[in-house]
């Protein structure tokens, strides 16, 4: 049988077939190229090969491919992008952070926010230091710098 005959084959099968096939394949094959070894000749190649391997529902492939693309066409500004989109998710973990100084702030809250209901408030350290109808107002009337310490809040109509 002929490889296009293996090919309108295996395209044949359903999706879950396919990648088992595949993988198979990669498994028997171990010093077969990748996909970043590929040189296409041009940017439109990369971009293409780019576009049927989101077809065939391979993003891995398709963010080697634009990877491969933009490190030999640099200056190809939708390589670039392809490359930027088809990126794998990056987790990046921000610190935990408490503030154990409100806590008085929010005792403060608790035994007086309904005085000041439908009005933005700022406190520090469990003080009051200011009052306003917008955050806005509030920061600027008051002098008021976003702190760690400082807690600036809106008190909704109920509490």
């Known amino acids: 049988m002929s490889l296009q005959g293996i090919m309108s084959e295996i395209r044949a099968l359903p999706v879950e077939d396919r990648r088992t096939l595949i993988d198979l394949i990669a498994q028997t094959l171990p010093e077969s190229p990748s996909v970043a070894d590929l ?10 090969a780019i576009h049927k391997a989101i077809s065939e529902d391979a993003p ?16 190809n500004q939708q390589l670039s992008q392809a490359m930027h989109v088809l990126a794998p998710p990056k987790v990046i973990a921000i610190e ?8 008085d ?29 917008s955050r806005k ?23």
């Open 137 to 159: 107002v509030l920061i600027a009337d008051f002098g008021i710098e976003d702190s760690p310490d400082t807690l600036i809040t809106w008190l909704p109509d109920e509490l």
């Open 60 to 75: 891995g492939a398709a963010y080697q491919l634009a990877e491969r693309g933009s490190q030999l066409y640099p200056g």
């Open 39 to 48: 040189a296409l000749s041009s940017p439109e190649a990369y971009l293409a």
């Open 105 to 133: 702030s929010m005792r403060w809250l608790q035994n007086h926010g309904a005085e000041y209901i439908g009005q933005w408030v700022a406190l520090r350290n469990g003080t009051l230091l200011g009052h306003a109808a």
């Open 96 to 103: 935990n952070r408490t503030y154990p100084k409100q806590a």
